[in-house]
């Protein structure tokens, strides 16, 4: 196993740890697919289904030299305890297998990366 790819375990097993914190989130699923990263979450219990990409090469560059549960803790903190904006429906392929489930995923934030695009638009 690559350290990037244990990184990017340590940084999903913080993300599900927090889910279960004091503050939870509800968290509905993960997806993975090498450095790219899907989150699928509620804000609240009877909230709409949010959904972020992450590409966790990027978010070790933005936080040089972070522990990844230092790098999940800023993402739960900055972006799933309190996501900003309304997010988009793209109404992806694969997101009823994602989230076993019908339900429409409100995408927050940037969406893809050309990578990003390769990886989870098609499939």
């Known amino acids: 196993m690559s350290d990037s790819t244990d990184d990017r375990d340590r940084f999903l097993h913080e993300i599900r740890k927090a889910a279960y914190s004091d503050e939870p989130f509800p968290l509905i699923a993960l997806g993975v ?3 790219l990263m899907a989150i699928v979450y509620r804000e609240s219990a009877t909230g709409p289904l949010l959904g ?3 590409d966790y090469a990027t978010l070790a560059r933005q936080f040089d030299g972070a522990s990844p549960e230092l790098i999940a ?7 799933l305890l309190d996501p900003s904006g309304v997010g988009v429906s793209y109404h ?3 997101e ?3 989230i076993n489930s019908e339900e ?4 927050i934030g940037e969406v893809f990366t050309n990578s990003m695009m390769k990886t989870w ?3």
């Open 33 to 35: 697919d090498g450095p």
């Open 52 to 54: 972020r990409f992450y």
């Open 73 to 79: 803790d800023a993402v739960v903190v900055g972006d």
């Open 92 to 94: 992806f392929p694969w």
């Open 96 to 98: 009823p297998e994602l």
């Open 104 to 107: 429409s995923i409100l995408w």
């Open 121 to 123: 638009g098609s499939k």
